[in-house]
């Protein structure tokens, strides 16, 4: 797993580590790469934990061997930052993709490669309703690196050298901890301040349209994703996950609703363009019934990611 | 120009130098790249020959400067030997596109770069029609290449870092020489070898549609694109150009129309099984109106490509 000290990597971590258990095989060894040390699984002596950069060819030489089954590829440099830093980006989201298929294929066992994308890889003139098939065409250095890393995954799959599949996650929310540098990062701030009894800012209008998967579901489908069976994948290796399609002002009701209204009272209202003008890319309404048929599983509503939240993640910042 | 010593590099070369002017500015200098030297304009003073690896960032460096006012980027590892050479497709096809376009990052001048991509971007469950829009699938890893290199090429123009356009080239005929190494080759193979008395195989049934435009309307694209005023372009950079559609067995028709049924009969047919399956992934019929509507032109049909290289190639070659 790469990218394992990040907040989804850990908890996945956690999770295949509880389950014992990964399509059928035992999870004999966990592997945890990312730039600083995970602490997933901490003395659990099936973790091996390694330290080192996703776009090091020597690195992943060592790390991905004949034994390998399953790769879960989360690491990335988030989409503000990608834009701020286009060398970091292009180096680890790109660069760090590309090796790590490389790496895969000298190691020769055709593991299933599970590759986090993000919705980020469309925009500009888009249909009505996004679909798994609509073209990609990204408006952003962090879209550009991900479809890049989607096609080629598609290649390195078509060749024998994985057995790869691209989740395109939805803006995973609530994130509980620190904001991080994505553009999308007031989606989880949204919730998450309010709640801890501090104000937040929305830097963009209440009718801006996201599209948002809670943490349990975003884990729940990489294991998904990971025990897909080849055959039920047909012709592309691409699912768009079944997040739900929600305005920022629904999202502020939302946490009304179940949190009160004076929780909701701490969420203030002041644009920037600079995270405008990417969430002009997003797209406003998806059609995922292709991963709904392949058993994948989101959120009912932005109240249900709300009380997942609360119910997960409050008691431990409090 | 990268991929200079090419058959169609030469051509352009030419052309430019005959011309003296590209979009109103007068072609001062004129730098061929290519790993091995370019013959064309030998002696003139505008030209300065480049010999080296297009994936070389020094090279590349050196090459592009604050004075570049345009790259035409036509340096490839062709389709049949990408498939073959995966590392070395790879390292041409993706990594020289992508160090080409820090090089003009790093010049700072903006350039025009005109990159020629392929009908290999796609491939898969297409529509009857292929217009500019329609999704990147490549089922090679040449055209996954190239898909990439169109993605960064959009991302870099995004940024402001280059003025691009990418010209999707329909197959190029007729090529004059040797055959390549393109899974393509034949579509040249077919009219060349019969003119000049030799017997030539066909490695795909004639039902098997292509795409194809001689080198007069390619190398008169390569021009106009580089022309095109950006604000024409609109949201996408791609243009599909406005090649003929026909089946090889019609290629072969027009060979006998154009050059009688002594030459056509020195075209024969043995099916092979690799070339199959390139071939099988090319597009049936396309909408060039976009291409068209910006002034870029092609050839009327099968018949004129055979006539044209008849009138341009063959008094060369006998």
Same mark, same amino acid.
């Given at each position: 797993?790469? $990218?394992?000290?990040?907040?989804?990597? $850990?908890?996945?971590?956690?999770?295949?580590?509880?389950?014992?258990?990964?399509?059928?095989?035992? !999870?004999?060894?966990? !592997?945890?790469l990312d730039v600083v +040390?995970?602490?997933?699984?901490e003395g659990d002596p099936?973790?091996? /934990?390694?330290?080192?950069?996703?776009?090091? %060819?020597?690195?992943?030489?060592?790390?991905?061997?004949?034994?390998?089954?399953?790769?879960?590829? #989360?690491?990335?440099?988030?989409?503000?930052?990608?834009?701020?830093?286009?060398?970091? $980006?292009?180096?680890? @989201?790109?660069?760090?993709?590309?090796?790590?298929?490389?790496?895969?294929?000298?190691?020769?066992?055709? %593991?299933?490669?599970?590759?986090?994308?993000?919705?980020?890889?469309?925009?500009?003139?888009?249909?009505?309703?996004?679909?798994?098939? /609509?073209?990609?065409?990204?408006?952003?250095?962090?879209?550009?690196? *991900?479809?890049? +890393?989607?096609?080629?995954? &598609?290649?390195?799959?078509?060749?024998?050298?994985?057995?790869?599949?691209?989740?395109?996650?939805?803006?995973?929310?609530?994130?509980?901890? *620190?904001? @991080?540098?994505?553009?999308?990062?007031?989606?989880?701030?949204?919730?998450?301040?309010?709640? +801890?009894? !501090?104000?937040?800012?929305?830097?963009?209008?209440?009718?801006?349209?996201?599209?948002?998967?809670? %943490?349990?579901?975003?884990?729940?489908?990489?294991?998904?994703? &990971?025990? #897909?069976?080849?055959?039920?994948?047909?012709?592309?290796?691409?699912?768009?996950? %079944?997040?739900?399609?929600?305005?920022?002002?629904?999202?502020?009701?939302? #946490?009304?609703?179940?949190?009160?209204?004076?929780v909701a009272a701490r969420?203030?209202?002041?644009?920037?363009?600079?995270?405008?003008?990417? +969430?002009?890319?997003?797209?406003?309404?998806?059609? /995922?019934?292709?991963?709904?048929?392949?058993?994948?599983?989101?959120?009912?509503?932005?109240?249900?990611?709300?009380?997942?939240?609360?119910?997960?993640?409050?008691?431990? @910042?409090?």
């Amino acid at each position: 797993m790469t $990218g394992a000290a990040g907040f989804l990597g $850990g908890r996945l971590a956690r999770t295949l580590l509880d389950r014992g258990e990964l399509d059928g095989r035992s !999870v004999d060894e966990l !592997v945890l790469l990312d730039v600083v +040390a995970a602490s997933a699984g901490e003395g659990d002596p099936r973790v091996r /934990t390694v330290v080192g950069d996703v776009a090091d %060819p020597a690195l992943l030489g060592e790390t991905v061997d004949a034994r390998t089954g399953v790769v879960f590829h #989360l690491a990335a440099v988030v989409s503000g930052q990608a834009e701020a830093e286009f060398d970091l $980006g292009m180096r680890i @989201n790109l660069d760090g993709s590309r090796l790590l298929l490389d790496a895969c294929r000298a190691a020769g066992s055709v %593991p299933r490669v599970v590759f986090t994308s993000s919705v980020a890889v469309y925009g500009g003139d888009l249909p009505d309703v996004v679909t798994d098939a /609509t073209p990609l065409t990204p408006q952003t250095s962090y879209g550009t690196q *991900k479809a890049c +890393a989607e096609l080629l995954l &598609a290649d390195h799959t078509r060749r024998g050298h994985v057995d790869g599949r691209v989740l395109r996650l939805p803006t995973v929310t609530v994130r509980p901890g *620190k904001p @991080n540098a994505a553009a999308s990062g007031f989606a989880s701030g949204i919730v998450r301040e309010p709640l +801890a009894g !501090v104000t937040t800012v929305v830097p963009v209008p209440p009718e801006v349209r996201m599209w948002v998967l809670s %943490p349990r579901y975003a884990v729940e489908s990489l294991v998904a994703g &990971a025990e #897909l069976a080849p055959g039920r994948l047909g012709g592309s290796r691409a699912i768009n996950l %079944p997040g739900v399609s929600v305005s920022v002002g629904e999202m502020a009701a939302a #946490l009304e609703r179940v949190a009160g209204p004076e929780v909701a009272a701490r969420v203030s209202w002041r644009r920037d363009p600079a995270v405008e003008a990417i +969430a002009a890319t997003w797209p406003g309404a998806w059609d /995922t019934s292709r991963a709904e048929a392949l058993g994948l599983r989101g959120d009912a509503d932005f109240d249900a990611i709300v009380r997942a939240y609360m119910e997960d993640d409050l008691p431990h @910042n409090l």
